[in-house]
């Protein structure tokens, strides 16, 4: 980014009496032409190529990252992608997850990250994925800040506040919910001021096929209608592409999680394990911990890495912008006001309002975030006869964070720029700093369990188990003890367990039966299970929710007390599992054989149920 930083520092330099008394720099980003902007643009573009391709330079030894990503959609969507069952009807059954389950319950194929697992092995497909979100959070926080939030910025600060919010820790199985916020916005604000209509009408057409109903567009449509109302109220004029934008959003998410919406409402095919949702626990106290927790530090499905580096620049281009409009209102009593002093003081009290509203904005997000999970919350809604906005998380509201906190920055950056007189080298220390922690931030989410890809799924040790088994693997169903049941279903193994958002709440109850006795023992993942249940493991009360029982732990399960009945119900025949289990003849099991390599995490002992 030298380039930019270098026409912005001479173009400071040069107009550094005109930033000192309250005028703006020169607008590089509206002064040339846009073949230039653009051609600038391919400088964070390669930044961000460049971070891609050190991350996954190791490529199956490389790190995704385990939580809600190899444990969850990345094995899922590898399996059922390349099935036949991708279109069928709703009632048709995907044998190899959770004992068969129906299709409808497995979400859209108009999802089209979905489809890229059609053609590519898992891991191509996640990568570019990731590839794909991190380039549209680049481009669309480009393109709304420099056309509506900071016309007059630099590239310094419009490339630098972009290129740190593309480096934030995203999970890419979940789209654009995050990541697209920001171009979605930049449509949705064209629309309402009648410009670019043809590809801000694409941008509204297409998200929905990018950022899941369930995710962010139960709160993003109604967003957009409230936005409408208020421009309605403000130009006293109508907004009729406005209106029809929200219209076109809320049909959009209808149509393409049209499964998930018959599912749920239109045509329900029994009651799911939704219905017994009860994660408000919480005291008001702990919920305004959360609240606090979640305003400093952000949370991880949408973390905005603001704290420390954006969190004290905000705060300091608060206090510097207001000792700056204090100062000029305690002058010299009837002394004139120069021009340029006022005109920057009109756009100081602009950045410093809309700072202050996005600053607020985020407090209230982070207090429906802590009270999403009051039992008060819970208790009214109980009371009031609205159950199923019991199976609504009303807390994703703070996917919004990482965008805000990325305007927060760069309205900031803008401040401290026009106020300082080494505003361009503070503002690019800054931009340097927040982008360390960022990219920090993310390695950190990757490498938290210390497993790669290869070492994760241990693709070797599974063929070797299934030659050894020796049956079709539609034959029987596995479980598995100590580590995530994604990784045999990767492998080709048919799941009695598994990770899913929409189950039949009457298979719950079954594989209750299997660990009843080992909930009761452990009464956090009882209610681990009980209350939300969409991890539906072979939990042990000695592992806790510990799924990752790695050889080099050589962890042990002295006694462990599970329904083997019940689960050869489910027609399991073989417990896959990481751990020893010491009473196995107690239970009626019987050791077949201990595998291990050396380029697997894993040592699987497989157990087989007896008759």
Known sequence: MSTAVDSDASSVRGDDRAI?????????????????????????AGILAGFMLWTYRSWENSYLGVFDGMDDKVSLYSVWAKSDLLFASDDAIFQPFMGGLSRGCLGSEFWLPLQLFRYFSALTAYVIIEAFVRLVALLGMTLLLRRHV????????????????????????????????????????????????????????????????????????????AYAV???????????????????????????????????????????????????????????????YNYCRGALHAASVHFPVILATCLFALALGVFVLRQGRVGRPGAPREPSSVSGDANLRRNLTALIAIIVTCALISLNYGLSDWCGLDTTLRALGLNAMLQINFERLHYLHPMLWGLAFALSLDILLRRLGKGTIVVFALVVLQGAAAVRNDYLVRTHDHLTFREFYSSGVFSEIRDWIGRPQEDYRVVSLGMHPAIPLYNG???????????????????????????????????????????????????????????????????????????????VAYILSAVEILNKDELGLKLEKIFERDDSAWRIRLYALSP
């Open 20 to 44: 000192r008394n309250g005028g703006g720099p020169r607008n590089t980003g509206v002064s040339t032409s846009n073949k230039q902007f653009w051609l600038r643009f391919l400088i964070p």
């Open 150 to 225: 900071l016309p007059r910025s630099p590239d310094l600060i419009i490339f630098g506040a972009s290129l740190c919010f593309a480096l934030l820790p995203f999970f890419p199985t979940f789209g654009l919910a995050v990541t697209g916020l920001p171009l979605l916005a930049y449509a949705v604000i064209n629309l309402a001021h009648s410009e670019a209509p043809l590809a801000s009408w694409l941008i509204v057409l297409l998200f929905p096929f990018f950022a899941g109903l369930i995710l962010v567009g139960h709160f993003l449509v109604p967003l957009a209608g």
């Open 230 to 292: 208020y421009r309605w109220v403000v130009t006293r004029k109508l907004p009729v592409a406005l209106i029809a934008a929200v219209f076109a959003l809320g049909v959009g998410y209808l149509l393409t999680d049209y499964r998930l919406v018959r599912q749920l409402f239109v045509k329900p095919a029994g009651d799911f394990h939704r219905k017994e949702f009860r994660f408000r626990t919480n005291t008001i106290f702990q919920s305004l911990d959360m609240a606090g």
């Open 493 to 571: 193994f048919y799941t009695a367990d598994g990770y899913c958002n929409l189950f039949p709440l009457e298979y719950k109850h079954r594989f209750r039966k299997v660990i009843a006795a080992e909930l009761e023992k452990n009464h956090r993942i009882r209610l681990f299970f009980d209350n939300w249940g969409s991890r539906c493991y072979l939990f042990a009360s000695e592992l806790d929710r510990d799924c990752l029982c790695t050889k080099d732990r050589n962890r042990q399960v002295s006694r462990l007390e599970i329904d083997t009945a019940a689960l050869r119900d489910l027609h």
